[in-house]
């Protein structure tokens, strides 16, 4: 039973560039959400997707924007690229959005803005 | 919006001793749920404990246990019998637990624990 996967592992780009993160949940799952990790920080909550549709956002700017396809697995988009985010970028699956399901983590993206 | 504190940016501990993390919280809701997670260098975040607000007891999960004190809003992990494969970042966690919030989780900023042989 695959957990939840993200690819690709390691992302170097520079300002001004875009970048796409990808995720696949876990096995049963249908919700998605991303998470920002700044290094020596916890995690900070970007959106959450549910049926497609962005359903929950954290205090992220437009230049975030997410996809989430018909067989549960999500895209996070980054425009324009400034070197603050720079980060491990964490997916996490969970079967409904509701408060007492667990959320699955995958091992993350780690993006590099030079 | 809720907030979670982890006062301890890093802690150390013996081999087979027990250590404590603490982690404190703000909130104005009455129910909700608090996690303890496990980031080793591997990166993947794992989960080690959960408590839900309306339960009195507080959680144990083998060689994990916390103290849950809700009008102080203090939520901390202690960890008995030290193992060295328990060095790795620990963060505590916040989700409500009511349904139009959906499951997101507000994290503190972490403790590094260090397990010394």
């Known amino acids: 039973d695959a957990g939840v996967t993200q690819s690709p592992t390691h992302l170097i780009k520079t300002r001004g560039q875009q970048v796409t993160l990808r995720c696949s949940p876990k096995s049963g799952h249908d919700t998605v959400s991303w998470y920002q990790q700044a290094l020596g920080q916890g995690p900070q909550f970007i959106f959450q997707y549910y049926e497609e549709e962005e359903r929950q956002r954290g205090n992220f700017p437009d230049r975030f924007s997410g996809h989430q396809f018909p067989n549960y697995s999500s895209e996070l988009n980054v425009n324009a690229l400034l070197l603050g985010d720079s980060a491990l970028y964490l997916c996490a699956s969970s079967r409904g959005r509701t408060p007492n399901q667990p959320q699955h983590f995958g091992d993350g993206t780690r993006l590099s803005i030079l | 919006a809720q907030t979670v504190t982890q006062s301890q940016p890093e802690m150390s501990v013996q081999e087979a001793e027990t250590v404590t993390l603490s982690c404190t919280y703000d909130?104005?809701?009455?129910?909700?749920?608090l996690f303890w997670y496990k980031q080793p260098p591997s990166r993947q975040m794992i989960l080690v404990i959960r408590q839900e607000a309306y339960k009195q007891q507080n959680a144990t999960e083998n060689r994990f246990s916390v103290n849950f004190q809700k009008a102080a809003k203090s939520f901390s992990l202690k960890i008995s019998d030290s193992q060295l494969g328990d060095a790795a970042m620990y963060f505590c966690a916040y989700r409500s637990a009511y349904n139009n919030a959906g499951n997101m989780l507000t994290f503190g900023g972490g403790t590094r624990l260090m397990v010394k042989p």
């Open positions: 909130t104005s809701e009455s129910d909700y749920y």
